[in-house]
């Protein structure tokens, strides 16, 4: 496993833990402003939110890199799935600026059961199919797309994927390079089978995302914590998604409406370097 | 699997399900006009909360059978493992608690992560060595334990079991007769490794708990759906657990202070009776 106490080059920043992901949180820094600060602090990459790109993804893409930082990904497509689904010409819209910013993953969240089904085959039926022909799309971009599982609180209207096992098991059926998955230790801690999934993993992880679980958690979304604030076994999981192979950025993406999108971001970005350093 | 469409005998209340579960909610129905009103509607069964029961569990019990009802279960022990984890005393008094009432089944929900441990190794050995010990005051008192695995969003305070297969592992290891598990919609309809799963549980289903998993779920705890208002598939979910063998009482359980807790307890126990005769 990788040693992080002498080197952070590994951290990157998804700017979500700055609240930039939703309108009105956060201290509504500028993409260049979080550029210079992760910079100064030695990240090694920032993942940033369509919302924030705007026109302008390959001006923050080359900044970032004059910087000397990796643009680490995009999150993230349209749902794919469900009521709230988005067109094809969404989708693939954000894989064009996923391609324009330089960013080699873009995450996709499914979105939910698809309108007039119960439980889930057909809408994973759906996505597979969506899924197949938007990787395509990706390819000839050079981009990788990202199935993420969430927590199971997040099925109905967000997510038709659940586990590692059943983000694989739309990544075997559709069965291309450029489709793999991203483990976030909040929706993932608790899955015991973890390490055993994991192994069936190799080659497929794009994506290592980092926050805690609080022990008393208030909010389904915006209330993950810092790491080292929860219960989260942090240590053991990487262990797991390193034995996978996974040897890329470890992003750390904290949706906190009520305290980490309440305080300054330079305090944010230092405490997230010791944290990292650690107990990640 | 079992026709309910013309015998609704097997359908009993959860008493949660008119918010009797906690103070201040619900019409505050006493335990006898509960028996009334489902003897009449041709319910089989009543599940109890502790807080009803008070001193008068076998009188209440005796009630119940004079009506011609089942008590099917009682919820349930305080957790066992936690920051919030009750004594040995008081595990030992809701154990005695369904034994006067005449309950064969009394519900665990285990509580949360050990204080000052992460992940959830440790938690379960501790959950594993505090069941061993009280299984066998119950099996005395011929009661049985349930445990009763939750939706991944509540771990942290209130669980560390997540699934069946979870609660199956901590059964294997007490490995006696009266210990089993109770599965409930809510907290499993999302997990694709059900009906492989529930192929392990043959002899330990001592509950099946029905409701509806809403589309858009506002509230982690008290929004749970009337069956047939969500997106879990009931009757594949029941074929799954009578295929285990389950053969007793569907336990209608729904937590929702909004909607179904607002609603007159006669309206809510027709409604039941429909749901139950025609998409469970």
Same mark, same amino acid.
């Given at each position: 496993?990788? =040693? ?15 609240? +930039? $992901? ?14 210079? &600060? ?33 643009? &680490? ?14 067109? =094809? ?39 597979? =199919?969506?899924?197949?022909? +938007? ?15 969430? $927590?199971?609180?997040?099925?109905? $209207? ?25 483990? !976030? ?14 192994? !069936? ?7 290592? +995302? ?8 208030? +909010? ?11 219960? &989260? !076994? ?5 262990? &797991? ?28 970005? =230092? ?10």
């Amino acid at each position: 496993m990788r =040693d992080f106490s002498q080197d952070h080059s590994p951290l990157a920043l998804n700017t979500a833990t700055l609240g +930039h $992901n939703i309108d009105g949180y956060g201290a509504g820094w500028s993409p260049e402003q979080v550029i210079d &600060a992760c910079a100064a602090r030695g990240y090694g990459g920032i993942v940033f939110w369509c919302r924030e790109i705007g026109t302008r993804a390959f001006e923050i893409g080359e900044r970032v890199r004059a910087a000397g930082l990796h643009v &680490a990904g995009l999150c993230r497509t349209p749902y794919l799935i469900g009521r709230e689904a988005g067109s =094809d010409d969404e989708i693939k819209a954000s894989i064009d600026m996923a391609s324009a910013l330089g960013a080699p993953v873009l995450t996709i969240v499914t979105g939910g059961t698809e309108p007039g089904t119960l439980g889930l085959e057909e809408s994973r039926k759906r996505l597979t =199919d969506r899924v197949a022909r +938007h990787a395509e799309h990706a390819a000839q971009n050079k981009v990788k797309l990202a199935l993420e599982p969430l $927590n199971p609180m997040f099925g109905g $209207n967000r997510t038709c994927l659940f586990t590692v096992r059943d983000a694989l098991g739309i990544c075997s059926e559709v069965n291309v390079p450029n489709l793999g998955i991203a483990v !976030d230790v909040y929706h993932v801690w608790w899955d015991r089978t973890l390490p055993e999934t994991l192994k !069936d993993a190799t080659g497929r992880l794009f994506g290592y +995302h980092l926050c805690d679980w609080l022990e008393n958690t208030s +909010h389904m979304l915006l209330d993950r914590g810092m790491m080292g604030d929860g219960v &989260a !076994d942090l240590k053991a999981i990487r262990r &797991a998604v390193e034995g996978a192979g996974y040897d890329g950025l470890c992003e750390v993406e904290i949706f906190s409406a009520d305290t980490w999108w309440k305080r300054s971001p330079d305090q944010v970005l =230092d405490i997230i370097v010791e944290r990292f350093q650690t107990v990640c």
